[in-house]
C-alpha cells in the first residue's frame, strides 16, 4: 500500500465514525493527509496525519509550549486496519470526554494520568484536568 492507498483508507474510515471531521480534510503533497479539528470553545485542536504511512494524532493548544502526539504503534497497532481501530477508539474517547486531558505550566497540552503526572511535576509547575468538552 502506498501513501496515497493508504490515507484514503485512513480517512474514509475516520469518517465513516466521524462525518463531522470531513470539512477539515487538508490533502498535502505526496499523498499525506491532515486532519485539524477544533474543539467547541476553541483553545484545543485534535489532529490526525497519515504522514509516513501511519496514523499520528495530537493536540495543540498552547503555541508556546510542544505539542503533544501519539503514533498508533504505541498501542500495539501494526497494520493500517489496527492502527485505524486505536485511531478511531482514541478519538472517540477525545470527543467523548472518556480520557482526561492534562494541561501543564511547562509541557502544554497532554494525554495522560494526573497520577502519573504528579510523580514527574516541577517545582512551580501547574497542571490543571481538562475535557475535550470544556476546552
Known amino acids: 500500500m502506498d501513501q496515497k492507498q493508504f490515507s484514503e483508507y485512513v480517512i474514509n474510515g475516520i469518517i465513516i465514525q466521524f462525518p463531522q471531521l470531513k470539512e477539515h480534510c487538508v490533502v498535502k503533497p505526496n499523498g499525506v493527509i491532515d486532519i485539524e479539528y477544533r474543539s467547541r470553545n476553541n483553545k484545543l485542536i485534535l489532529w ?7 496514523i ?3 493536540l495543540s493548544g498552547n503555541h508556546e509550549l510542544g505539542d503533544f502526539h501519539t503514533h498508533m ?9 489496527e ?3 486505536e485511531a478511531i477508539n482514541l478519538i472517540k474517547k477525545i470527543i467523548n470526554d472518556e480520557v482526561e486531558i492534562l494541561y ?3 509541557l502544554g497540552y497532554f494525554l495522560g494520568d494526573i497520577d502519573e503526572t504528579e510523580e514527574y511535576r516541577q517545582p512551580d509547575e501547574l497542571i490543571s484536568i481538562n475535557f475535550w468538552s470544556s476546552l
Open 104 to 106: 501543564s505550566s511547562v
Open 83 to 85: 492502527e485505524l481501530i
Open 56 to 58: 499520528t494524532i495530537g
Open 48 to 54: 490526525l496525519t497519515t504522514q509516513d504511512k501511519e
Open 73 to 81: 504503534s504505541l498501542f500495539g497497532a501494526n497494520t493500517p486496519k
